[in-house]
């Protein structure tokens, strides 16, 4: 599915240099994660239109939970920095929230978790690997941080939810993360590069 190599390192980054954001970097990462931002907002009300489709087997429903995961992986793919995926998922979380969010502030809360779940999978690999493999994996990452808060938060156990409920919809939001997020999310960036407007980016060398 990706249609052109995608280095495993980056020696455009010094290792002591990781952690510098430069004043490009955090622009950057703020406008991808506005536009995700409005994506979500708009992706609130495709969800629900969407929902009698899912009302016989709601898990299924988390198959296109994935987009909301895209900014934890797209934004870390192009900066390659820590923190940058768990910053462009807080801002449009955010800008989601802003522009009128069914869920309200809690999608903020989301938006960490989601963040976090990425984060980690990138800070496994020292922020050096960012091949298709490991944007898979910061998409199931992503989706785990995703589970982690809205099991709790949307479907307790107290209300009636239990492992036959779970266990699906997990899957269903593992998957998407996989692919949606991940896979997606590499292709898009790969496309951008192709572009020439990640010039100046590691990721469009």
């Known amino acids: 599915m990706n249609a052109s190599p995608s280095p495993v390192s980056t020696p455009a980054i010094p290792a002591g240099s990781l952690a510098r954001w430069r004043t490009v970097d955090i622009v950057v990462v ?3 994660a506005v536009a995700f931002g409005v994506v979500f907002w708009a992706w609130n009300y495709v969800w629900a239109v969407l929902d009698p489709v899912f009302a016989a087997f709601r898990p299924a429903q988390y198959l296109i939970s994935g987009v909301w995961l895209m900014p934890a992986v797209v934004a870390p793919l192009i900066v390659r920095r820590p923190g940058a ?38 800070a496994v690999f020292l922020y050096r690997a960012w091949s298709l493999p490991v944007a898979a994996l910061a998409g199931a990452g ?23 409920f779970y266990v699906p919809v997990a899957v269903a939001m593992l998957t998407s993360g996989v ?5 997606g999310g590499h292709v898009l960036v790969r496309a ?9 980016f590691p990721s469009g060398a």
């Open 30 to 32: 703020a406008v991808v």
């Open 85 to 122: 995926a768990v910053f462009a998922e807080i801002v449009a979380a955010s800008v989601s929230a802003l522009l009128g969010s069914v869920w309200g502030l809690d999608v903020i809360l989301s938006g960490l978790a989601q963040g976090l779940g990425a984060e980690i999978v990138f």
């Open 142 to 164: 992503a989706a785990v941080g995703m589970a982690v808060h809205d099991f709790p938060v949307y479907y307790p156990p107290s209300a009636g939810y239990d492992m036959g």
């Open 179 to 183: 692919i949606v997020a991940g896979v």
């Open 192 to 200: 951008l590069a192709r572009t020439g407007v990640l010039r100046g």
